[in-house]
């Protein structure tokens, strides 16, 4: 038995009860880019129940071939850490620290004094804009361009022809060391390489992700103790700073993603978890305000749905959910604060479950440790009693 568990990155489906705190009311990523385009292609998705979790232009309402719901993200944020730890069963008390005004005087000298290396920068910013209004400084002065955004995060972006990414690298640990000594609570340090001639500068796919190592026990770390591997596909391995991880698989974007979580279901054939984001729709297009991008994203994907499922075993769970939202027809460019969708099928299933609205993301990991037979996460409500025939069910 296996669970195939995919995040879809940021692909959320309307506001939270608390949306006004965040500035995100009418945040709706799935249904206003739906509207955006004219409407989704989504036949797969819609067959696992897509469409009746809300009016979605193009994607009707079905008899599910299993499980459909939303959850509410319990902890304070919005971010991709913050949701990934939820998923895991980590529901945050503090919300992580954020930037508004770039990062402290003290925090960038000590960096500077550590990495030998001048900042410019130091302050909340696109990651595209940022590189093509100070990479001409960089490239003159091979200073670091420093950033952060609406998330937790401390971003050092350099150009691969300048600073090699061996080096970029090194920085963000030196970052990572000192964001933690001085106690400041920074979901992650990302490197950010790039390349190409001023103003046509390219992000290349060798981002690195410094996470914060998860505050709490983990589904992960649940499943690896219990020797049922967890196989990490795209940045999994970098939200939860490795820990539970058995391996990890880079890709370059979202169909290498399909490509490679196919690839591990071909290969492990035993009890496993395998965990994958596709990223794409959150860097690529929500951040970008980009609906006809995230809209051929979405598409993209429910065409590769049916090789995953060609791919599954008999008693293999598919699960596919997001982290939070990133509306890209709304003004804003940062992460919405949303409900996300929750989608399960496999032949062990029973078809057309509605599970309704579900408290808290850790409902997602509380019900794998549920079906692996593992130890309860602290928080989250397994629903697997609800998804689970009965007839032909197995253990």
């Not at 952060?148 to 050092?156: G, K, L, P, R, W």
């Not at 690529?284 to 051929?296: E, I, L, S, T």
């Not at 890209?328 to 496999?346: A, F, M, N, Q, Y």
Request: charge should be negative; proline fraction near 5%.
């Amino acid at each position: 038995m296996r669970v195939i568990a995919i995040v879809l990155d940021s692909v959320g489906i309307g506001e939270m009860p608390d949306a006004s705190e965040y500035n995100d009311e009418g945040s709706n990523t799935l249904v206003n880019t739906a509207k955006a385009v004219g409407g989704l292609n989504l036949p797969n998705l819609a067959k696992m129940g897509l469409g009746n979790l809300d009016e979605i232009l193009g994607v009707p309402k079905t008899k599910a071939i299993g499980a459909y719901g939303v959850m509410l993200e319990k902890s304070p944020g919005k971010d991709s850490t913050t949701g990934h730890w939820e998923l895991a069963g980590i529901v945050l008390k503090k919300p992580f620290d954020l930037f508004p005004n770039g990062f402290p005087k003290d925090l960038i000298k000590e960096f500077e004094k550590r990495a030998n290396r001048k900042v410019i920068g130091n302050k909340p910013a696109s990651g595209t804009e940022i590189i093509k209004e100070l990479g001409l400084e960089h490239e003159k002065t091979g200073a670091l361009i420093v950033y952060t955004s609406a998330d937790s995060v401390f971003q050092i972006a350099a150009k691969e022809e300048i600073i090699p990414v061996q080096e970029l690298y090194r920085y963000c640990e030196i970052a990572r060391q000192l964001l933690d000594e001085m106690g400041y609570k920074v979901g992650r340090v990302i490197a950010r390489p790039f390349t190409g001639e001023y103003p046509n500068y390219i992000r290349t796919p060798r981002r690195h992700d410094y996470s914060l190592e998860p505050e709490d026990e983990t589904l992960l770390d649940i499943l690896t103790q219990s020797n049922i591997p967890v196989y990490g596909v795209g940045k999994i391995y970098d939200l939860y700073a490795g820990r539970g991880i058995t391996e990890s698989f880079k890709t370059e974007d979202n169909m290498d993603g399909v490509d490679k979580t196919i690839q591990v279901m071909k290969e492990k054939k035993h009890a496993c978890m395998i965990y994958a984001n596709l990223v794409d729709y959150d860097m690529k297009y929500g951040h970008r305000n980009d609906p006809q991008g995230y809209a051929k994203a979405l598409e993209d994907f429910d065409k590769r749905l049916p090789q995953i499922w060609q791919t599954m075993e008999q008693d293999d769970f598919l699960f596919i959910t997001a982290d939070h939202g990133c509306d890209p027809t709304t003004p804003s460019t940062d992460h919405s604060r949303e409900k996300v969708p929750i989608l399960v099928c496999g032949e062990t299933l029973c078809a057309n479950v509605n599970i309704g609205i579900r408290e808290s993301f850790a409902d997602f990991g509380q019900t794998i440790a549920d079906i692996f037979g593992v130890k309860k996460l602290k928080n989250g409500e397994s629903f697997k009693q609800l998804i689970l025939c009965s007839k032909g069910a197995k253990e």
